[in-house]
């Protein structure tokens, strides 16, 4: 985790006012700040009573101690918490967690799937769909880039494009930089940018570098990526919400799949036929079972 992003850090946050007024704090008051400083990620869930218990503390030490730091009250310091750790839970940072109580992780996982998925099917619509299909089936030459936790669905999208045509290609590469992969690009080549949250400032410049060479970019990205669509031909939002502290990725595999298809049937004959030559170079190389 980023520690200078962890809630609630930051400016008049808790650790920051903590780490003041530390050396005036009574033994009592050491003995809740240093819990509460390995629990700052998760202060927003608890009640003062949790905390006192949970700090080997009276309410009274906790109440005295917040008003140390501050605050009115614990609540208004929660409150704090909670506000700082909601919004950069939504730029994906992975605070928080499922705690052991919170009954079935697997239902609550499997639930908030679900409800992406059930919002990418509002969004995507049939025509969108296969417009950026025709895009990527009939280019000369189609460049996926992804960055961080996108990388692997670029990765996957490669693969499945690669079953249907030739010329696809992925990148950055491991200790590569991103103009090599852009040089060369022009109108009759496409690019696939996949840019989910916490993505680096480089996608914004890579998306103004293809619309300036005219290049055709299909931009995949989150709710928080919505305004970079602006610099693209085809455009397609997809939720990652978690239930917990890391993003899941149903609904963007899902896309990639609806894509992947739509392409190979674009292609026909051809997209069959390419099936076919993997299909028996497989089996000359012997490296599927």
Known sequence: MD???AAPDGPGGVRERIEVVYGELSPLERTVADFVLEHLSELATYSGAELAQE????????SRFFRRLGFPSFAQARAQARAQASALRARG???GGLPPQAGNAVAA???QDQRNLAALARDVEHVRLERAAQLLAGARRVLLLGWRNSYPVALHLREQLLQARAAVDVGPHPGQTVAEELTGLERRDAL??????????????????ARE???PTVLLTDPTGRALGAQVEH????????????DGYAAAMSLVTML????????GRAGRERIEQVGRVHARLGELE
């Open 55 to 62: 700090a080997g503390a009276s309410k009274a030490t906790v």
């Open 213 to 215: 060479a005219e290049v």
């Open 3 to 5: 520690h200078d992003l």
């Open 192 to 209: 696939v940018v996949v840019a989910f949250r916490r993505r680096p400032p480089a996608v914004g410049r890579v998306l103004a570098a």
């Open 235 to 246: 455009c397609f939002t997809v939720p990652v919400d978690g239930p917990g502290a890391f």
């Open 109 to 111: 996982h499997l639930a």
């Open 260 to 267: 992947a298809e739509a392409v190979l049937a674009r292609r």
């Open 93 to 95: 940072v992975p605070l």
